[in-house]
T-cell receptor
């Protein structure tokens, strides 16, 4: 157990639907990062939150949004889902990336049918 | 942005063999991590190694930041070492973009009994 908790582990949904993925960072980590892993694009950074505020954005689609709550857990919302959104979605957290790097959760496998 | 190349793309070993995986990056970095993605999709942090050498059991890693490469050594390989090995560096030039990791495409390792 890495200490970063992601739920659900698996999600199957239909095109056009909306889903919410949840991440709880390791205790004490203020930063949360979301990544997408697809077969054709590999692992790509989506978005970062630090203590409730958005810090950085990567290749995140406009249909996707995220937030970090006061208890530091984060949610990634994916809407108007398309078949191509099927992927593994990872959350990572870090207390001090300059010295300790990042710890990843076990991921949520999203399948859009 | 920074480019990360891993080699070889695929590696097949017999149990007990040793191997070396390589990660080249196109710009200076001050943060580099190696991850193992197991067959269940979990991303496991192996090393945080911006420079120098670290060892953890049968695995060790060396990063030569001035020459922009890192090596991961696996000795006496076991079937449980199978999976995909990724290196990741901070996104963007200069290695200062903490949190936004650029991943290589990975090395797929298969260890046969």
């Amino acid at each position: 157990d890495s200490g970063v908790t992601q739920t659900p582990k698996h999600l199957i949904t239909a095109t056009g639907q909306r889903v919410t993925l949840r991440c709880s960072p390791r205790s004490g980590d203020l930063s949360v990062y979301w990544y997408q892993q697809s077969l054709d694009q590999g692992l790509q950074f989506l978005i970062q939150y630090y203590n409730g505020e958005e810090r950085a954005k990567g290749n995140i689609l406009e249909r996707f949004s995220a937030q970090q709550f006061p208890d530091l857990h984060s949610e990634l919302n994916l809407s108007s889902l398309e078949l191509g959104d099927s992927a593994l979605y990872f959350c990572a957290s870090s207390v001090d990336p300059a010295n300790y790097g990042y710890t990843f959760g076990s991921g949520t496998r999203l399948t859009v049918v | 942005g920074i480019q990360v190349e891993q080699s070889p793309p695929d590696l097949i070993l017999q149990e007990g063999a040793n191997s070396t995986l390589r990660c080249n990056f196109s710009d200076s970095v001050n943060n580099l991590q190696w991850f193992h993605q197991n067959p269940w999709g979990q991303l496991i942090n192996l090393f945080y190694i911006p420079s120098g050498t670290k060892q953890n059991g049968r695995l060790s890693a060396t990063t030569v930041a001035t020459e922009r490469y890192s090596l991961l050594y696996i000795s006496s390989s076991q079937t449980t070492d199978s999976g995909v090995y990724f290196c990741a560096v901070p996104w963007g030039a200069g290695g200062t973009s903490y949190g936004k990791l650029t991943f290589g495409q990975g090395t797929i390792l298969t260890v046969h009994p």
